[in-house]
């Protein structure tokens, strides 16, 4: 059984950088898509990004040029790197794995969340 868990949320000023990372185990995480969420009090969960299993990466029109999703298979980790950041960025962020990303886009497995805030 897949488990997931999300590390490196924080305070982080507008135009700053934060790193989020997510640890798999459990699975076979080289053969799964995976996927970076996010979702603010009182709003609708929304897809960030999403990297295939050759490591291709997809962006919500919101984060393009800003973020950049990857993976190091042999750590069974996914990243999110997250630069020039806005107040509107701050939300639970989630990761997920789609254990059959050939099929449907559908997530299997999901971790716990990691807060993001971009005050000052």
């Known amino acids: 059984q897949v488990q997931l868990v999300e590390y490196g949320g924080g305070l982080v000023q507008p135009e700053g950088s934060l790193t989020l990372s997510c640890a798999a185990s459990?699975?076979?995480?080289?053969?799964?898509?995976m996927a970076w969420f996010r979702q603010a009090p009182g709003k609708e969960r929304e897809l960030v990004a999403r990297?295939?299993?050759?490591?291709?990466?997809t962006y919500t029109d919101s984060v393009k040029g800003r973020f950049t999703i990857s993976r190091d298979n042999a750590k069974n980790t996914l990243y999110l790197r997250m630069n020039s950041l806005k107040p509107e960025d701050t939300a639970v962020y989630y990761c997920?794995?789609?254990?059959?990303?050939?099929?449907?886009?559908?997530?299997?497995?999901w971790g716990q969340g990691t807060q993001v805030t971009v005050s000052l």
């Open positions: 997920a794995a789609d254990v059959y990303p050939d099929g449907r886009h559908y997530y299997d497995y």
């Open positions: 459990g699975g076979t995480f080289s053969s799964y898509a």
């Open positions: 990297i295939s299993r050759a490591g291709s990466g």
